[in-house]
């Protein structure tokens, strides 16, 4: 397989700009994890369970992996899909290919085989890593399937009773490790949510990601006393960033894997770590504020709750802020780049009712209208941006990078927002066809394609629907052929389409028919909104 090159390179007037403003210092991820190792050697980087790992082991078990990884036959620049839950192993896997110079491709432990071939096909990956077990799900079914599509694939699996390669006795020359690394290098590929399919590839490079979460560290207060919690997919954006595991361990920090975010363990895991920060999607934080008064354990440790994801309604925060000695701070952002905080010190206004404003003064943000004009602050526009931690260009994908970049390098992020005068934002919705659902990001083209499928589907639209506890659900209208299916049918359909389960419709509504405009041709986008608005005010009458 001839793979497409890895490149993010931003004009050559903003790299010496980003450069003379300290904001990229030739950091590279081996670099800083093994000098915290030399630094910090005997301090805990990860516990995960009963699992405890200092930094020095922890360096020392990256360099058993990613030797061994090149001694099966990988170089320097293979892509690997990484599959993993929020387990002691997958730390040490994610470092180990930073220190071989492979690139980790993060697929989350919800992603099935429909979307993880999609992932290695679009990536050109080389090889295969994930955990045995996860959530009750067996992924060493989803490697065979992986390997009928691409028989070339290594599989490298931790845990019992595989018929791979075993990452507990990966081993190799540890003198073979790369030396140096590019820090304009691309680091690894995050994924993006995709607004008309599967998850579009993002190349992040070393100095421009490493610059996310430093600067992030010096907003959310995080330093080498803190204690992180990841309650969320340790490979989410969010959590690994922002300022996440990655940035914990970049300053010297503690990091808990937390494999569930009920709070009954979670709680118990704070109480037992002492714990000071977390992040959650509002659904989850919401959940934690209605166990947190009647709970045995003591949370007190808690300095900060980020909430990000999706948007938390000020009354949502309001709840939040009573329920929970700590303080909240809301968090917006995407993995192509731009994120947003409210600032620890900020007033009761700010915290409440806006999602916080840019990491960088470098951040250059643009609201503007459908025409592309400039709207005055306080006015909703699609959101527009570029900075030194804000991506040019997807991987491998032309047409995505036509429609989502200015003709001058900004990000199209698809968000509706208004910007208040302290230069914060306030995020209103979606310009695109997205569901937002609980901060998991789905496609309703997508979906609709599978219904489509579906022997007694005419016709499917999509849409979100506002959740008090999701913040949005799917709704899927449906046209049937003939006789209707049942409704546990079509969800059944499309969960054995090999797809995560938050990309299963929550509801389906059955209908005669859609609407048409007098011409008899409607946009999907239009259709959507329609009968999005028509749901609303039946519902709004029958209540």
Known sequence: MTNVPLSQRWPAALEQKYKAAGYWRGETFPAFLRERAERLGHKVAVVAGDTRISYGELDREACRIGAGLLALGLNP????????????EFIPVVCGLFYAGLIPVYALPAHRITEVTHFAKKAGASAYLAGRH??????????????????????VMAGEGHDYIALEQLAGDTSLLPAEFDPQSVAFLQLSGGSTGLSKLIPRTHDDYIYSFRASNALCGIDEHSVYMVALPAAHNFPMSS??????????????????????????LIEREQVTCVGLVPPLALLWADAAGHSPHDISSLKVMQVGGAKL????????????????????GMAEGLVNYTRLNDSDELILNTQ???????????????????????????????????????HNDEAANAKSFTAD????????????????????GRATDHINRAGEKISAE???????????????????????????????????????????????WVREQGLAAFKVPDQIVFADAFDTTAVGKISRRELRARLRQRYLEQTEEQG
């Not at 620049?77 to 002691?88: H, L, M, P, T, Y």
Request: aromatic share 8%; with cysteine; net charge negative.
């Open 77 to 88: 620049g293979d892509r690997v899909i990484v599959q993993f839950g929020n387990v002691a």
């Open 134 to 155: 996860y959530g009750g799900f067996d992924y060493a079914t989803l490697a065979a399937g992986l390997c009928r599509t691409l028989p070339e694939l290594k599989v």
């Open 243 to 268: 300022p996440g595991w990655l940035g914990a361990l970049h300053a010297g920090a503690t990091v808990v894997l937390s494999d569930s975010a009920e709070p009954a363990a979670a709680f118990a």
């Open 313 to 332: 309604l000020p009354e949502a925060a309001r709840r939040l802020q009573t329920a929970l000695p700590c303080t909240l701070q809301q968090v917006f």
């Open 356 to 394: 916080g404003r840019p990491i960088s003064p470098d951040d250059e943000v643009r609201i503007v209208n459908d025409n592309g004009e400039p709207v005055a602050d306080g006015e909703a526009g699609h959101l527009q941006v570029q900075g030194p931690y804000t991506i040019r260009g997807y």
């Open 409 to 428: 390098g900004f990000y199209c992020t698809g968000d509706i927002v208004k910007r208040t005068p302290e230069g914060y934002l306030v995020v209103q």
């Open 446 to 492: 997508e979906i609709e394609d599978y219904l489509l499928s579906h022997p007694q589907v005419f016709d499917a639209a999509v849409v979100s629907i506002p959740d008090e506890y999701l913040g949005e659900r799917s709704c899927a209208f449906v046209i049937a052929r003939d006789q209707p299916p049942r409704a546990v049918e079509l969800k059944k």
